[in-house]
């Protein structure tokens, strides 16, 4: 199973960096796969240490595709997440674009209950996805799935799934803008 979190890295240097990331989730161990270049994957490599922060501000998700990485954090655990896990490299299995980091679950903390499912969440997600690859899809394809995920928004979103709504739909605007000149 692919679960979306936020995985949380530093450096050698203490620099902190976030990143929303689809991890493969197994019994005692987690598959992290960053394509390259990638800050996640660097840092991973230099300190072997991450957290994966399970969130449903999807405000989190779609301001890091959209420019806006300044989430509290309480050194890499993000504030908000309803749960964490600290999690250490144990393997790489090497790849030219997309190698696949083998990680031990060290502990896992819950912070606050999971209140159950919400489209406008799913929606924002889908649409995150859509943004991250903007240069790779046709503007018709974005076009549609924007249309089919804006049903599940409109009927069941709340404010933060619709400030994060609307980061995403500027940033289509202003690749579609930049893209017409
Ligand atoms: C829900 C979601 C899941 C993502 N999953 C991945 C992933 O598994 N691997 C990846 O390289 N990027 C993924 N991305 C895109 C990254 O978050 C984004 O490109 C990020 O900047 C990764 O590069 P970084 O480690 O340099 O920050 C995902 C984005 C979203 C919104």
């Given at each position: 199973?692919?679960?979306?979190?936020?995985?949380?890295?530093?450096?050698?240097?203490?620099?902190v960096?976030?990143?929303?990331?689809?991890v493969?989730?197994?019994?005692?161990?987690?598959?992290?796969?960053?394509?390259?270049?990638?800050?996640?994957l660097?840092?991973?490599l230099e300190?072997?240490?991450?957290?994966?922060?399970?969130?449903?501000?999807?405000?989190?998700?779609?301001?890091?595709?959209?420019?806006?990485?300044?989430?509290?954090?309480?050194?890499l655990?993000?504030?908000?997440?309803?749960?964490?896990?600290?999690?250490?490299?144990?393997?790489?299995?090497?790849?030219?674009?997309?190698?696949?980091?083998?990680?031990k679950?060290?502990?896992t903390?819950n912070?606050?209950?999971?209140?159950?499912?919400?489209?406008?969440?799913y929606?924002?997600?889908?649409?995150?996805?859509?943004?991250?690859?903007?240069?790779?899809?046709?503007?018709?394809?974005i076009?549609?799935?924007?249309?089919?995920?804006?049903?599940?928004?409109?009927?069941?979103?709340?404010?933060?799934?619709?400030?994060?709504?609307n980061?995403?739909?500027?940033?289509?605007?202003?690749?579609?803008?930049?893209?017409?000149?």
């Open positions: 199973m692919i679960n979306e979190v936020i995985v949380t890295t530093q450096n050698t240097a203490g620099v960096h976030l990143a929303p990331m689809g493969h989730i197994f019994d005692d161990e987690i598959h992290i796969l960053p394509f390259k270049p990638s800050t996640t660097a840092n991973l300190t072997k240490k991450a957290v994966l922060n399970y969130c449903d501000d999807v405000r989190v998700f779609a301001g890091c595709l959209t420019g806006r990485r300044d989430w509290i954090l309480n050194g655990i993000l504030d908000g997440a309803l749960a964490h896990s600290e999690v250490e490299l144990v393997r790489v299995e090497e790849d030219d674009t997309r190698p696949t980091l083998i990680c679950i060290l502990n903390v912070h606050a209950p999971f209140m159950g499912f919400n489209r406008a969440q929606s924002v997600l889908e649409a995150s996805i859509l943004v991250s690859r903007l240069h790779m899809l046709p503007i018709e394809k076009d549609s799935e924007i249309t089919y995920l804006k049903i599940g928004l409109d009927k069941t979103a709340g404010e933060r799934e619709l400030e994060a709504w980061w995403l739909m500027e940033k289509i605007e202003t690749f579609k803008a930049e893209n017409s000149k």
